[in-house]
C-alpha cells in the first residue's frame, strides 16, 4: 500500500508526463508560422497577411520552382527533415504543409 505521500507524487509526476506530451513537438501554428518564415525570406516582396491556407501558395504568390526548392531546402537546412520528390505535391497549399510536417516535426520544439 502507498503511502499518501507516494500517492501525490505519482499523480504530480503523471501530470508533469502529460504536460509533457501535449507540449512536445511543434503545434500547426508553429510549423505555420516556420513556413511564413521561410516565405518571407524567399519572397520579401509578396504580402502574406491575407494568405489562404487553403488555396495552392502559387495561385497567390509569385513563386517559381526554384523558390519552391529553396523552401524544401530551407525546411532540410533548418530542421533536417527530407523530403522526396515524390512528396513536393503535398506541399502545395499551407494547410498540406503542415499536415505533412506535423509527423515529421513530432520531436522538434518550438
Known amino acids: 500500500m502507498l503511502s499518501?505521500?507516494?500517492?501525490?507524487?505519482?499523480?504530480?509526476?503523471?501530470?508533469?508526463?502529460?504536460?509533457?506530451?501535449?507540449?512536445?513537438?511543434?503545434?500547426?501554428?508553429?510549423?505555420?508560422?516556420?513556413i511564413l518564415n521561410i516565405l518571407e525570406r524567399i519572397a520579401p516582396d509578396e504580402d502574406l497577411s491575407n494568405l489562404d491556407d487553403a488555396r495552392p501558395f502559387r495561385e497567390q504568390m509569385e513563386l517559381d520552382s526554384m523558390d519552391f526548392l529553396d523552401i524544401?531546402?530551407?525546411?532540410?537546412?533548418?530542421?533536417?527533415?527530407?523530403?522526396?520528390?515524390a512528396d513536393y505535391p503535398q506541399l502545395?497549399?499551407?494547410?498540406?504543409?503542415?499536415?505533412?510536417?506535423?509527423?515529421?516535426?513530432k520531436d522538434v520544439s518550438a
Open 92 to 105: 502545395g497549399t499551407m494547410d498540406s504543409t503542415v499536415a505533412y510536417l506535423m509527423p515529421l516535426l
Open 4 to 34: 499518501r505521500f507516494a500517492v501525490r507524487r505519482r499523480a504530480a509526476s503523471a501530470e508533469t508526463d502529460a504536460g509533457f506530451v501535449e507540449t512536445s513537438g511543434m503545434a500547426p501554428a508553429d510549423i505555420r508560422r516556420v
Open 72 to 85: 524544401v531546402m530551407e525546411l532540410r537546412k533548418q530542421y533536417r527533415v527530407q523530403i522526396p520528390e
